[in-house]
């Protein structure tokens, strides 16, 4: 059985840092990427972050490059989101993601299958 456990969320200042982990569990393909995702409040769920299998390639957002940053350890089965700078904006749920089979899509909701339960970020300015 395939579990996703997000970690690390907190309430924390605007410009403050934060990581944010994923433990996984059952994942069995090595062509399946991981995301992040977020929603806030009456908001769609968003896309923040993807990971290749193997850590080889990263996707993000557009209005998050360059503050928030994807990583893998596959020895830990973990991967990591590391927020910097962050912004009220940023306040949110975020998920952690995988998908079942390998697609090239990686930045919208329906093309993940497997979901954690979410973890809280709240940014006070």
């Known amino acids: 059985q395939v579990q996703l456990r997000e970690s690390g969320g907190r309430s924390v200042q605007a410009g403050d840092s934060l990581r944010l982990s994923c433990t996984a569990s059952g994942l069995s393909s090595r062509s399946n990427a991981m995301g992040w995702f977020r929603q806030a409040p009456g908001k769609d769920r968003e896309f923040v972050a993807a990971?290749?299998?193997?850590?080889?390639?990263?996707y993000s957002a557009d209005s998050m490059k360059g503050r928030f940053t994807v990583s893998k350890d596959n020895a830990k089965n973990t991967m990591y989101l590391k927020m910097n700078n962050l912004k009220a904006e940023d306040t949110a749920v975020y998920y952690c993601a995988a998908q079942h089979y390998w697609s090239r899509i990686y930045h919208t909701p329906a093309e993940y299958y497997y979901w954690g339960q979410g973890t809280q970020v709240t940014v006070s300015s």
């Open positions: 990971i290749t299998w193997d850590g080889d390639s990263t």
